[in-house]
């Protein structure tokens, strides 16, 4: 028997959630985000593929998308629990398939792992058993690694199926842009571009060592291997132990003196610390994002002296950062993450080193 891979994602999850407690906006472009007031300051969490085809997407302003959204769209507000309970049906029909090793990873996707020598009627299997469950469509992408499993789900959309594995990998991704790999944002699709780099294949072929300078001895070695497709095998059924909890706030009026961000920041990190503490775990670093008006946002942050339980050193560290901020801009948004002490005993399966654990 093979060891396989398959990479579950749900389509257009939360739209699809909406839609099936709202059957009369099947086919209408829908929008979801913030209080599904398109006039307020929100950002769009998802929407559905009638309204993607407008240019509507993910991270968008409400007030950008209403602009780019035809008469007949419909603006729906975040429901958290709705998706919560969608997604937790949706998990417990695909742990139910015989063999299969399940890991979630978010509300609307999961790896499964299996051995077997027909992944694709495995595939097929999850499919069915996520619709009879839920009434809900999923792709899945098939891989003989956790990275070609991820990146093959994308030319299964919608409803589809799709096997990556190393035979067909140059054949499949070598002619296409570096950005079209999982992990490789724009600022790493042009620092990459810098050194002539630009398709899949050219990553593949090119310097390790130079791209250890440019990216260092971890990632420089992983966006090497990344090129050829390489990427751990290991799905792993262990609760997701949590790295931070964060609090943030978009402002339907800028902030425009120091006094009122240091009120918002002492909120925002009294209740990301609370979270951390409902772990019983210690904070080690506090970490500030602001979003300057009109758009542009900055994260940094700050390891603490010590790993702290004190709610009054966390908001303290918290205002530090806030203190550095340019009283000259007015802020539109601000978020407080507070990273935690890892568990002595934690998660032993391999794990990429971008974006969590997959």
């Known amino acids: 028997m093979t060891s396989w891979v398959l990479h579950v994602d749900m389509d257009q999850f939360i739209a699809a959630v909406e839609v099936l407690r709202r059957p009369e906006l099947a086919g209408v472009p829908v929008i979801i ?3 599904g007031d398109p006039t307020e300051r929100a950002v769009v969490s998802t929407a559905s593929y009638e309204a993607r085809a407008f240019g509507i997407g993910s991270g968008m302003p409400l007030k950008i998308a209403a602009r780019k959204a035809p008469e007949d769209a419909v603006f729906l507000p975040v429901d958290h629990e709705a998706y919560e309970s969608a997604s937790a049906e949706v998990m417990s029909a695909l742990r139910a398939l015989p063999g299969v090793v399940l890991e979630i990873i978010g509300w609307d996707e999961c790896f499964l792992g299996v051995e077997t020598e027909d992944p694709d009627a495995v595939a097929r299997a999850a499919q069915v058993a996520v619709l009879e469950a839920t009434g809900l469509h999923c792709s899945v992408g098939i891989g003989d690694n ?13 409803r589809g199926v799709f096997r990556l594995t190393e035979e067909n990998w140059f054949e499949v991704m070598g002619d296409r842009s570096t950005r079209e790999l999982w992990g490789v944002g724009p600022k790493v699709q042009k620092r990459l571009a810098a050194h002539g780099i ?23 070695v992983w966006y090497h291997g990344l090129g050829s ?3 751990p095998t290991t799905v792993d059924d262990t609760p997701w132990v949590a790295r931070s909890h964060s609090r943030e706030t978009t ?25 951390c503490a409902a772990d ?3 904070v080690v670093r506090v970490h500030l994002k602001v979003r300057y008006a009109p758009f542009e946002t900055r994260t940094f942050g700050r390891k603490l002296s010590t790993p702290t339980t004190e709610r009054d050193e966390v908001i303290r560290a918290a205002l530090a950062l806030g203190g550095t901020l340019d009283p000259q801009r007015e802020v539109r948004l601000l ?6 002490a890892m568990p002595e ?8 080193p971008v974006r969590g654990r997959i």
């Open 33 to 35: 985000g913030g209080r």
């Open 146 to 158: 956790r990275v070609r499993a991820k990146i093959a789900t994308d030319f299964g959309k919608p």
């Open 198 to 220: 630009v398709t899949v294949r050219e990553l593949a072929d090119a310097d390790r060592d130079q791209l250890v300078v440019e990216f260092g001895p971890r990632m420089g």
């Open 229 to 231: 497709g390489i990427g």
């Open 251 to 275: 402002f339907q009026q800028n902030l425009t003196t120091a006094t009122e961000v240091q009120a918002a920041l002492s909120e925002l990190a009294g209740h990301a610390f609370d979270d």
């Open 280 to 282: 019983g775990r210690p």
């Open 335 to 340: 978020g407080v993450r507070a990273e935690m």
């Open 345 to 352: 005993v934690g998660e032993t399966a391999e794990r990429t």
